[in-house]
T-cell receptor, first 111, second 113 residues
């Protein structure tokens, strides 16, 4: 079993739709949580950090449930430019920082 | 300010050869990590270096090695290349003292034929 699991998609949605991505992680020692966005053949870029209290950045809302070891990302009012792969990432510290990535969920927003 | 820079951007090598990939972190960042991303997968951790010392190593064979220089730039070396080493190799820099996010370079796309 992979340490970070995501639905690979693809999610094909029309502009303006609301779409939700889910992610589970297996190691309870994981300490920090993130969503990264990766465009085709480009490097991953941090979209947002994820906190237990939930956090929002414009049309994006992220939520962490430590008890269930579950992370979510909600995108409202999808834009064409949101088309990308969304990577769920956990970080374990303790001597060094290691980012553990899920395989990514592909989103395609169409007109 | 320049971001993380990696060179070369693309590379084609033959099985059995070795390769050296280079990374320059963001100015002021002393930590460099290397990741391998094969097609359809998320990046996988290979190494982390901080202050020129190896601080962490992922589950990769000894054919993979790295080092960090006094100016905090880093090299990733892979010996005896296999077809399965074909991937996007990503370098990330961070300021561990501030606990900031990791910033990735554009990557080196390695193809082994």
């Amino acid at each position: 079993r992979k340490e970070v699991e995501q639905d690979p998609g693809p999610f094909n949605v029309p502009e303006g739709a609301t779409v939700a991505f889910n992610c589970t992680y297996s190691n309870s020692a994981s300490q920090s949580f993130f969503w990264y966005r990766q465009d085709c053949r480009k490097e991953p870029k941090l979209l947002m950090s994820v906190y237990s209290s939930g956090n929002e950045d414009g049309r994006f809302t992220a939520q962490l449930n430590r008890a269930s070891q579950y992370i979510s990302l909600l995108i409202r009012d999808s834009k064409l430019s949101d088309s990308a792969t969304y990577l769920c990432v956990v970080k374990r510290t303790g001597g060094y920082n290691k980012l553990i990535f899920g395989a990514g969920t592909r989103l395609a927003v169409h007109p | 300010d320049a971001g993380v820079t990696q060179s070369p951007t693309h590379l084609i090598k033959t099985r059995g050869q070795h390769v050296t990939l280079r990374c320059s972190p963001i100015s002021g960042h002393k930590s460099v990590s290397w990741y391998q991303q094969v097609l359809g997968q998320g990046p996988q951790f290979i190494f982390q270096y901080y202050e020129k010392e190896e601080r962490g190593r992922g589950n990769f064979p000894d054919r993979f090695s790295a080092r960090q220089f006094p100016n905090y730039s880093s090299e990733l070396n892979v010996n005896a290349l296999l077809l399965g080493d074909s991937a996007l190799y990503l370098c990330a820099s961070s300021d561990m003292n501030r606990g900031t996010e990791a910033f990735f370079g554009q990557g080196t796309r390695l193809t082994v034929v």
